[in-house]
């Protein structure tokens, strides 16, 4: 697709949605890779994969207790116990009418056997059990293909990998898998004020905040951050530093893509030759958003402030990373949820605002200061509210609000 921008024309301000179809089709997913179970939690699979064998393996005990004939059970009378049958080994018992099979939690289930009683439900004398509890054919015997049949799919290309995912894949034996390629990552943090944590501050200068938030979020969406660097508003100092930063798979740029006099980014893609294809998104908080693009490499230059900072990683950056990673498309927004409203909330501009929160027993609160530098009430937040422009909401309504954790 043509850049939204061209030449030295100013690009105007363009909607959430239009930037982010731009940026959607401007990134590819990343060639697959196979890598140990181990290693692929909150990775994507890379295709669709079927049961190779079905589950349970056999058909096994899901008690301690006595494999029996259920229909020659009868209250208070006694069976012969013929054998033990432990989980591990299959000895190839038989049991008859009369008679059971001692058992163990994953015991194979004796042929001839319908039913198991739990060792609860029995007293033992000897080599006979007395049986204190109604015999059902079927129960507490786990069937072989009972929970999922050989050949049906497990997973799907694109799917989020999770724990109790790797632990399905564990039980069909499958030692590696194949998931989306490896985003490589770089930030760049810019600003003559700032000092790096750990620093003591001199009169005028803040802490640097915006590099361990953007790579906690990078490692959020499962990217392992390559390289962070911070640099001075120096023009000869970005040109190097993005030189540097478009190797990667992903740059983001952090601060300096305003319009102010020290806002040099912009000007700095263009001396390395990187393409700037949009710029100044109409969102709130996050306007000065950038993306651009040099050869493989996609660019994000996010405003300074950080509340911006985070807002426009999560609306941008993260769906394009998740895309490189070979998501599925309905992994790529922040998973949403219908709460009602604690409070009225208005927005008198007209960008849409992402309004921060907490959700507590399914109501929304809005959360300290909204405004773009306000890093308390964000700390607090764990939902956002996406207010359309000029519009209020009334206290008691419900409404659609996305989650952060
Ligand atoms: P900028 O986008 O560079 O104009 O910065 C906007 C605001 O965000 C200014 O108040 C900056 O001091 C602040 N800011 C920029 N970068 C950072 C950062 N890495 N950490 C904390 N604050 C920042
Ligand atoms: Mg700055």
Not at 108 to 116: R, T
Not at 297 to 302: E, K, M, P, Q
Request: with cysteine; proline share 5%; aromatic share 6%.
């Amino acid at each position: 697709m043509s850049a939204l921008v061209d030449g030295d024309t100013e690009p105007s301000v363009i909607t959430e949605e239009a930037a982010l179809a731009h940026i959607l089709k401007s990134v590819k997913s990343l060639s697959a890779r196979r890598v140990p179970l181990a290693q692929a939690l909150e990775e994507f699979a890379a295709r669709d994969i079927f049961a190779g064998i079905a589950l349970p393996v056999f058909d096994n005990s899901a008690m301690d207790g006595y494999a029996v004939v259920a229909g020659s059970c009868r209250l208070g009378q006694s069976q012969r116990v013929i054998g033990e049958q432990p989980a591990g080994i299959d000895r190839k018992l038989r049991v008859g009418a009369g008679e059971a099979v001692r058992v163990f939690t994953g015991a194979p289930i004796p042929e001839g056997a319908d039913a198991v009683i739990m060792q609860e439900d029995v007293r033992r004398d000897d080599s006979k059990i007395f049986i204190n509890a109604q015999v059902e054919p079927g129960e507490f015997v786990r069937r072989r293909g009972s929970d999922l049949t050989e050949g049906q799919k497990i997973l799907s290309a694109g799917e989020r990998i999770r724990a109790q995912t790797l632990a399905l894949l564990a039980a069909q034996g499958l030692a590696e898998i194949d998931v989306g390629g490896e985003v490589r990552a770089a930030i760049i943090t810019t600003g003559d004020e700032l000092v790096q944590p750990g620093g003591s501050l001199g009169a005028g200068q803040i802490y640097e905040s915006n590099g361990i938030l953007v790579r906690a979020l990078f490692s959020k969406c499962g990217v392992s951050t390559a390289a962070v660097e911070h640099c001075a508003d120096n023009a000869q100092a970005i040109e190097a530093a993005l030189r540097r930063g478009v190797k990667h798979d992903v740059l983001v740029i952090v601060g300096g893509v305003s319009v102010g006099a020290r806002d040099l980014v912009k000007p700095a893609l263009a001396s390395v030759g990187a393409q700037t294809d949009l710029w100044r998104v109409s969102v709130k908080p996050g306007k000065p958003f950038l993306f651009g693009r040099a050869s493989q490499c996609a660019i994000f230059g996010l405003p300074g402030n950080p509340v911006s900072a985070f807002m426009t990683f999560l609306l941008f950056v993260r769906p394009a990373i998740l895309r490189m990673m070979g998501a599925d498309e309905n992994e790529l927004s922040l998973p949403g949820y219908e709460a009602q409203l604690a409070e009225e909330v208005q927005n008198g501009s007209d960008r849409p605002h992402y309004v921060r929160g907490r959700l507590a027993e399914g109501k929304f609160t809005p959360v300290g200061r909204q405004e773009s530098h306000a890093l308390y009430g964000l700390s607090r937040a764990n939902a956002l509210l996406r207010v359309p422009p000029h519009e209020i909401f009334q206290d008691g309504h419900t409404v659609p609000i996305l989650l952060l954790d």
